[in-house]
């Protein structure tokens, strides 16, 4: 069979063969240029798929390596910090031991409140850091709050929230890169939960004992007795025994002996040490420990008083206008919760949020939000309740009117409040609880400050410092117990950081190999292959030349 080319057939035959042939020689060249096996998806799909998700990895990578380092960032700065933190409280310890010393003058005490008072500003100041974004270290998620105000009354609040904001560094992995002030420098175990009341006559003690209302004040300077604030030595004795029985009455039936009665005036003086006996005369006072709690009882003779006839003391003839022994009873009771109450800066009215106070226990420990209320009017007698901390997109959990019978009582989940008069619209109060259990760092050195600046001279200021260094030292104690084991959860994360990051720098590198494997150019063979192709590409072009000038007309002579 015999078949017939035209010469257009072949000019085209060659030309396309020309193409394909440059085509090669070209595509292997932007190889070589660009180092990279392939060049569009159809080089290779499965391997294409394989580096799309390759890239996709790195990329991921890439995030996580900026994750790590603003991680370890923002905990080196909150580490360093709490490193500070702690200098100062060990030096306001040392400042607190300082003040406990029996033989300070009250000026002595003075100067020590004043360097407390600078160290009190620094502290805070601390508590207020920034990080380099400009954001609050502890204050939560709300990092643009400032987190500590102190309030006119010198205690102070917390404004943030109890959020801890994380950043993911792996796959699976989390690292929590800030830490509340709640948690750090609020909720620090308080040992003083109870309070004593000077007492009634003992000659007349009911049964059960009266309450504390109904107790007299005694004249000053009249006290033999004194009894300190307990503090808390158990707290789960104290909470299953002491709160089961409180209140309670202390009272002298001799120059060395006490009773101690419960609410249903039932004698319980078996359980505290040494049975109710004290010797009035040793140096430091007694130590009582009852029902998980520790009380100091103090015994301050009068002057003409005879040491050696403690008995003869219990009359209140014994010296004319000073009460005996046996008329210092005293009532203990675990302190009711407390309330931080602050009027708005920018209030108009003369309106006064006052006496907070729980009336229903039950309702104020399930609903009364732990961060606080804030009320707002919106008119003189309209007001919303918001939970705090309120931000612009807050929304009303509760809502009410005053009825103008004033003082007037405002009741909000389970508390009690006083209002003076009718507010004006944009009148905000604030309401935050300060429960018993926990006093934080600030408000515990705030009070000790005070303390030293207007403790009265003579035994009952003595004895009121010493108590209050006991309070101020066991708090502090458990504050900087808190703060170092948050610096321990530092330390954790910083080497879940390291180690973290040498995990994903293992990774990157498993990543690139592979890249590499299967998208990176083997330049030997590439090379090979251009010197291959491009002596086809120049034998087919020597061939098409002496193939197009073949035809028919060469042939006639």
Excluded: C, W
């Amino acid at each position: 069979m015999v078949m017939r080319i035209s010469s257009l057939q072949a000019f085209n035959n060659g030309v396309n063969g020309l193409q394909r042939n440059y085509a090669s020689v070209t595509r292997t060249q932007e190889q070589i240029s660009s180092g990279k096996r392939i060049l569009t998806p159809a080089d290779d799909p499965v391997a294409s798929v394989r580096l799309l998700q390759l890239d996709q990895q790195e990329a991921l990578l890439s995030q996580y390596k900026d994750n790590l380092t603003a991680a370890k960032n923002s905990l080196t700065q909150e580490e360093t910090t709490l490193n500070s933190v702690v200098n100062v409280l060990q030096r306001i310890r040392e400042l607190t031991v300082q003040a406990g010393g029996g033989a300070l003058s009250g000026e002595d005490r003075k100067s020590i409140a004043k360097e407390l008072g600078e160290r009190e500003n620094e502290l805070l100041n601390l508590m207020n850091s920034r990080n380099a974004q400009g954001d609050y270290l502890f204050s939560g998620y709300l990092g643009k709050t400032q987190p500590f105000l102190r309030n006119p009354d010198g205690t102070y609040s917390y404004q943030g929230d109890e959020g801890q904001r994380s950043l993911q560094v792996a796959n699976s992995t989390t690292v929590a890169i800030n830490d509340n002030g709640q948690r750090l420098f609020e909720n620090v175990t308080n040992a003083n939960r109870t309070e004593n009341f000077a007492g009634i006559d003992n000659a007349a003690l009911p049964t059960p004992p009266l309450p504390a209302t109904t107790i007299p004040a005694r004249a000053a300077g009249t006290e033999r007795v004194f009894m300190s604030p307990g503090l808390v030595q158990d707290s789960d004795v104290y909470r299953a025994d002491f709160q089961a029985g409180e209140p309670y009455s202390l009272a002298f039936v001799s120059g060395t002996e006490f009773r101690i009665y419960d609410a249903a005036g039932t004698d319980v003086t078996a359980e505290a040490t040494g049975g109710g006996q004290i010797d009035p005369l040793v140096s430091g006072g007694n130590v009582i420990n009852f029902r998980g709690m520790r009380f100091q009882l103090d015994v301050v003779l009068q002057q003409g008083d005879n040491a050696l006839d403690l008995d003869g003391l219990l009359a209140d003839t014994a010296t004319p206008g000073v009460p005996g022994i046996n008329t210092h009873t005293f009532t203990l009771q675990s302190s009711p919760t407390d309330f931080a109450l602050i009027r708005g800066g920018a209030n108009t009215s003369t309106a006064l949020l006052t006496a907070g106070t729980v009336s229903n226990q039950a309702t104020f420990d399930a609903q009364f939000p732990v961060s606080g209320l804030l009320l707002r009017f919106t008119s003189a007698s309209n007001y919303d309740v918001y939970a705090q901390p309120v931000g612009a997109g807050s929304t009303p959990v509760a809502s009410g009117a005053l009825a103008g019978a004033f003082p007037e009582t405002i009741s909000l989940y389970g508390a009690d409040f006083t209002i003076s008069s009718f507010a004006a619209a944009g009148d905000e109060f604030s309401v935050q609880a300060i429960s018993p259990e926990q006093r934080s760092i600030l408000n515990t050195i705030s009070r000790l400050r005070q303390a030293l600046e207007s403790a009265p001279a003579g035994s009952a200021g003595n004895l009121l410092v010493r108590d209050e260094v006991s309070i101020a030292l066991s708090n502090l104690d458990n504050g900087m117990g808190q703060v170092l084991e948050v610096q321990t959860e530092i330390g954790a994360r910083l080497n879940l950081v390291e180690s973290t990051a040498n995990d994903n720098e293992d990774v990157t590198l498993v990543n690139k190999a592979t890249q590499a494997e299967l998208g990176e150019l083997d330049y030997a063979e590439a090379l090979s292959r251009l010197s291959f192709q491009t002596i086809v590409l120049e034998a087919a072009q020597q061939s098409y030349v002496k193939i197009a000038g073949l035809n028919l007309f060469n042939q006639l002579r």
